[in-house]
Every structure is written in structure tokens, then in C-alpha cells.
């Protein structure tokens, strides 16, 4: 079986690696989508979420071959958009936001205080600098120390990329969602709401960021995907 892994916003590529490393482990081709075009280093040079589907469509058509693709967080709008796409077998959603047509990620979420998120001048959201505060949000499983080094390897993300809807296409494969029970940054009862449809849907007893604290259960789930 072959893989597209989809980070989500602020936790690039590296954020998948042991969930690749256990699929590689069980002889899968793996392919992790290093950066999306909305997020990085560079505010001026962040794209949108046209640029990071048209980054993944890419990928997908470079391989040539069938392909589970995979999305967390924010990766989920991206992974929505590709439903009709036909070399997707089967789109996996992590914690991830799958919005309805005309639907922006701002728009599916609970509307309620997001303390771990900083709006900055130049047009990016990031995550704060209170590790705390972001640990308890996002990886609560984790130590201090282990988070430390997550946290450091946060970047910016573009706005933009929050407030564009969208369009639903046809979907022409099967989908498997994941509710993370302890989620504290996509709520569960989000979760729940979005998996509405779903062809499979798993719960699984995490937080947030459960393909680094929970990679065994994350790669279990995408390996027994058909």
C-alpha cells in the first residue's frame, strides 16, 4: 500500500515521521508532504489553500499510483478537496477539519476563546510562546521536556488559508475519520460532527497531536485502511 501523509498547520512534515517509520517498518511506500505552501519560515513567501491542494495533487500525480491519503488538523481541508481525485483510494481524516461545501475551517469549529493562537501583523496565526499552554492544548501525553523540542519546531501559518472555503467535490472513495477524545484544539464534539458520513469512524483516547503521541495507534489505523 502506498501513503500521502498531510500535516497539519504550525507541525510540518516531521510531525508524521514515526507514523511513516511504522508503515515503512510493514514494507508500505510512504510519502510525507514535507511543507504546505501555507505554512514556513517566511510570511511573504506563505501561499493558501488553493497552493497547498495543488501541492498535494502534485505529489499524488508524481507517484502514479494508487494512494490512502492522509490528513491531520488543518491537512484535512486539503485532503477534503482531493475526494474525487483517482488515484485516492481511501482518504483518511486524523483530527482534521472536513468541511461541507462553502464551508471555511473558521466556520466548522465551536466558536470559543483560542488562547493558544497569536494573530501577528503579518497576516500569520502561531502558536504561543507558553509551552505549557500549548502542551496542555495540543499534547497533553507528553512530558515537558519531550514537548519542548516539539514546540520549538513550530512555525507560522498563513491566515488566509483559515477563512477560504471548501467546495466538496464528488467523493469517489471510501473515508475513515478519527475522533481524538481528549482533543482540546478541534474539539471532539467537532469531530464528531465532521465524521458525520464517514464510511469508518474510530475513536481513539488522545489529544490533539496524536500522530506523535499516539504513532503505533495513528499507523495501526492507516495499515488495516483497504
Given amino acids: 500500500m502506498d501513503y500521502v501523509l498531510v500535516h497539519g498547520?504550525?507541525?510540518?512534515?516531521?510531525?508524521?515521521?514515526?507514523?511513516?517509520?511504522?508503515?515503512?517498518?510493514?514494507?508500505?511506500?510512504?510519502?510525507?508532504?514535507?511543507?504546505?505552501?501555507?505554512?514556513?519560515?517566511?510570511p511573504a513567501a506563505l501561499g493558501d489553500l488553493p497552493a497547498d491542494v495543488a501541492h498535494v495533487?502534485?505529489?499524488?500525480?508524481?507517484?502514479?499510483?494508487?494512494?490512502?491519503?492522509?490528513?491531520?488538523?488543518?491537512?484535512?481541508?486539503?485532503?477534503?478537496?482531493?475526494?474525487?481525485?483517482?488515484?485516492?483510494?481511501?482518504?483518511?481524516?486524523?483530527?482534521?477539519?472536513r468541511p461541507r461545501r462553502g464551508q471555511t475551517l473558521l466556520e466548522i469549529r465551536s466558536p470559543h476563546p483560542i488562547e493558544w493562537l497569536v494573530p501577528h501583523e503579518d497576516g500569520t496565526l502561531r502558536?504561543?510562546?507558553?509551552?505549557?499552554?500549548?502542551?496542555?492544548?495540543?499534547?497533553?501525553?507528553?512530558?515537558?521536556?519531550?514537548?519542548?523540542e516539539v514546540h520549538s519546531r513550530r512555525s507560522a501559518q498563513a491566515v488566509v488559508s483559515f477563512?477560504?472555503?471548501?467546495?466538496?467535490?464528488?467523493?469517489?472513495?471510501?473515508?475513515?475519520?478519527?475522533?481524538?477524545?481528549?482533543?482540546?484544539?478541534?474539539?471532539?464534539?467537532?469531530?464528531?460532527?465532521m465524521a458525520t458520513g464517514a464510511d469508518h469512524v474510530v475513536r481513539l483516547d488522545a489529544p490533539h497531536l496524536a500522530p506523535l503521541t499516539h504513532p503505533r495507534e495513528v499507523s495501526g489505523l492507516l495499515a488495516g485502511v483497504e
Fill in 9 to 42: 498547520a504550525w507541525y510540518a512534515g516531521w510531525s508524521w515521521q514515526q507514523v511513516a517509520d511504522a508503515l515503512r517498518a510493514q514494507g508500505h511506500d510512504v510519502h510525507v508532504v514535507a511543507q504546505l505552501p501555507s505554512g514556513g519560515a517566511d
Fill in 57 to 97: 495533487r502534485d505529489v499524488i500525480d508524481g507517484l502514479g499510483r494508487d494512494v490512502v491519503l492522509a490528513g491531520h488538523s488543518y491537512g484535512g481541508m486539503v485532503v477534503a478537496e482531493l475526494a474525487g481525485h483517482p488515484r485516492v483510494r481511501h482518504s483518511v481524516f486524523v483530527a482534521a477539519f
Fill in 127 to 148: 502558536v504561543v510562546d507558553d509551552a505549557a499552554l500549548a502542551r496542555d492544548v495540543l499534547a497533553a501525553d507528553f512530558d515537558e521536556t519531550a514537548f519542548a
Fill in 163 to 193: 477563512t477560504q472555503p471548501g467546495s466538496e467535490p464528488e467523493r469517489t472513495h471510501p473515508v475513515t475519520y478519527l475522533v481524538c477524545e481528549r482533543d482540546k484544539a478541534i474539539f471532539p464534539v467537532d469531530q464528531e460532527r
